[in-house]
Every structure is written in C-alpha cells, then in structure tokens.
C-alpha cells in the first residue's frame, strides 16, 4: 500500500508488484475472475485513480501454491487440489509460519474442504526439509520458489480458482507514464520472464553452496533474455 501511494505521488518512478497482492489490498476485492480479467481490470482501475500505468506482466507469478514430492504425489494419484481433498484426512500440510492466517488458505480451505490429519508451520528452509523427510506430505509454496524446480516437486493445479493470481506486473508513475526511452526500455522485459527463469534465478540466490548475490543472479537472467 505504501509503495502504491509513493508511486502515484511521484516518490518512485517503476517498481513490480504482484497483481493479487493490488487486487485485494488496493481494489479490496476478494473474487476471482482469472488471471486475464485481474490484470485487464486492474490496469483500468489504476489508471482511473492514481494515473498509475500498468505497462503489463513480466510473463510469472508468484503465487502461493501447493507443492508435493513427485513419489508420494504419484502413489496417491494426487495432481490437483481437488484429488488432495480426497487425501487430506491421511496427510500432513506444512506451511510458512503465516500462511494458515492469509485470506489464501481461508478461500482455499472453504473451496476445498482441506480437513488435514495435522498443519505445521516452519520457517521456509526446514518447511522443505520437512517435506524432503517426509514430516509433511504437502506444503504451501510459492510458485517462483527456486527449490520447486531444484527438488523436482509438483504443484498442484487449483481447478476452481480459490487462489488469485499473482502476476509480477510492472507499474510506472503518472509523472513519467510518457517517458518513451523509460516505456521502451521496459516494454523487451513484458511478457518475457519464465516462471522457469526466475525459480532458477531464485534458487541460483537461495542453494547452500555457489550461492550468487541478487545483482549477480539478475546479470545471469539480464542474459538468458538477450539484454
């Protein structure tokens, strides 16, 4: 909400936001329309009140998710959040230590029904040892998360939409939203940003060993997109 309000009165000139985290904070709604028609209205919204441009999505989201070991995700035949309904009374969720207190897990748990056997929470780094030891059965995530793509884990799909998207989406202040050398450099970047690329960019900062900084992991991605 702060960094909205500073860049509609000009303290900043761009900066990335998630579009559920808009939707919800700044518009105050709580549906769901799919992820086109959050960012088409969102877009219209911003613009109507604050001048704020949405110059578009950086092509991934981060949004939370649930993620299961490949084996125990198979030997259940569990690939979506509805089959994990089925399952749940039989497993444990482990989550990050406030998840289970976000207006998420409540819209997920009412479209589901998630009766879990046991709910843990962990810091995120024992949260996945938890699940590589078998602790806990499934854990919420988020989806650009760099160990989802290290440990070979599997998201489940949400076939009824419980959880919003989370696109990273690029805003520009009203002061600068005619800045055409601001606008066409960013504009290359829309679009173009994997959820692959930044689970690896992301793990590439968060592994235990050969860690890279930040600024050295956005080189590393400044160059696998051609920059």
């Known amino acids: 909400m ?4 500073a860049l509609a009165a000009g303290e900043l000139d761009v900066y990335v936001d998630y579009s559920g985290t808009l939707w919800t904070n700044v518009l105050g709604r709580k549906d769901n ?17 604050d001048g704020v441009v949405v110059l578009g999505s950086l092509g991934f989201e981060n949004a939370y998710a649930f993620v299961m070991r490949p084996d125990r995700a198979g030997a259940l035949g569990v690939a979506s959040l509805s089959d994990l309904a ?12 406030e998840f289970l207190s976000r207006p998420e897990w409540k819209a997920v748990d009412a479209a589901y029904g998630l009766g ?22 499934v854990i919420s995530a988020f989806s650009s998360d760099g160990r989802i793509a290290a440990d070979r884990l599997v998201v489940l799909s949400d076939p009824r939409q419980a959880v919003p998207p ?20 960013l504009k290359p970047l829309i679009g173009k940003v994997t959820v ?18 930040p600024a050295q992991a ?3 991605l400044e160059k696998q997109l051609g920059r």
């Open 86 to 97: 089925r399952e749940a009374p039989k497993l444990t969720l482990g989550s990050d230590l």
């Open 2 to 5: 702060r960094l909205t309000r």
């Open 196 to 213: 692959e690329a930044m689970r690896a960019a992301n793990y590439s900062v968060d592994r235990d060993q050969a860690k890279l900084s």
């Open 166 to 185: 989370y696109d990273a989406i690029v805003l520009i202040s009203p002061r600068r939203a005619g800045d055409r050398r601001l606008t066409g450099a």
């Open 33 to 49: 329309p799919g992820r086109a028609e959050v960012l088409r209205q969102l877009t219209a919204e911003l613009k109507k009140r």
């Open 116 to 137: 879990f056997r046991a709910k843990r929470s962990y810091q995120p780094t024992f949260m996945y040892r938890a699940l590589a030891g078998g602790e806990a059965d």
């Open 218 to 220: 956005a080189r590393v």
